[in-house]
């Protein structure tokens, strides 16, 4: 099937005809009344005008709309990428698109039990054994990715028997004692890492507390000076054992 991804673009961006691709899917954030438009509805980018700043777009009910990015709508926009994704029985999927009518939460997980090749749809139970059909044709229900892997971040909250970490010593803005803290936590039996550097990997975490260092209380600071160092306000680095499975 294919499945939509965000393409993150910025306000700039948007208004930038060469941001887009044949095939990418539109999403307004609001009514655009006198052209047809409606907030929330898909619409796919047909053809590209760069000198224009003019995109060709049309919806899943064969409506045309002509798109101009300097006149309207480039600043309450989302566009999607259009990826392709193979689903099979068992295997477990995450929503990455709020969808209140369907009652989806960006993020939310479930697990495909049935797929029919013929009907072209998938029925998706959630974690309560509520399921679902899914249209994979249909852009609403293409908002769907595989859920095996996450950020420590995302996956704070959630368990799992056996959890692989990857991480890199050089991702300065990614590995810390926190996250790394919250990647082995969610493991019930084994916590496995892989890294480029083992021996770097461990120092990084340990001068990395994955906390505002900056973040010191204004009363802290305004208090006299005493014989107690300045580290003494700031964490406490997180204790390494080689037994982690580094």
Not at 30 to 59: H, Q, W
Not at 66 to 71: I, N, P, Y
Not at 91 to 118: L, P, Q, S, Y
Request: charged residues 25%.
């Amino acid at each position: 099937m294919q499945s939509l991804a965000n393409k993150g673009l910025t306000r700039a961006e948007a208004r930038d005809p060469l941001s887009y691709d044949r095939g990418d899917v539109v999403r307004f954030a609001r009514d655009y009344a006198d052209k047809g438009v409606g907030k929330g509805e898909a619409y796919r980018v047909e053809n590209i005008d760069p000198v224009k700043s003019a995109i060709a777009l049309k919806s899943e009910d064969g409506r045309e709309v002509d798109w101009r990015l300097r006149q309207w709508g480039a600043g309450k926009v989302q566009v999607f990428e259009a990826q392709r994704l193979e689903i099979r029985i068992g295997e477990t999927i995450r929503f990455t698109r709020n969808d209140r009518d369907a009652g989806r939460i960006n993020g939310a997980r479930g697990t495909v039990t049935a797929v029919d090749a013929k009907a072209r749809t998938a029925t998706v139970r959630g974690p309560r054994g509520q399921t679902q059909t899914l249209r994979l044709d249909a852009a609403r229900d293409q908002h769907i990715a595989h859920a095996y892997v996450d950020t420590a971040f995302a996956a704070q909250g959630r368990t799992a028997d056996h959890v692989i970490i990857h991480a890199d010593s050089r991702a300065t803005n990614l590995v810390d004692q926190k996250s790394f803290y919250v990647g082995i936590s969610r493991a019930r039996q084994s916590a496995t890492v892989f890294t480029n550097d083992r021996a770097r990997l461990i120092s990084a975490i340990k001068e990395r507390a994955g906390t505002v260092q900056t973040a010191i209380p204004q009363a802290a600071l305004s208090a006299p000076a005493t014989n107690k160092s300045a580290a003494s306000v700031l964490p406490k680095p997180l204790a390494l054992r080689s037994g982690m499975g580094l």
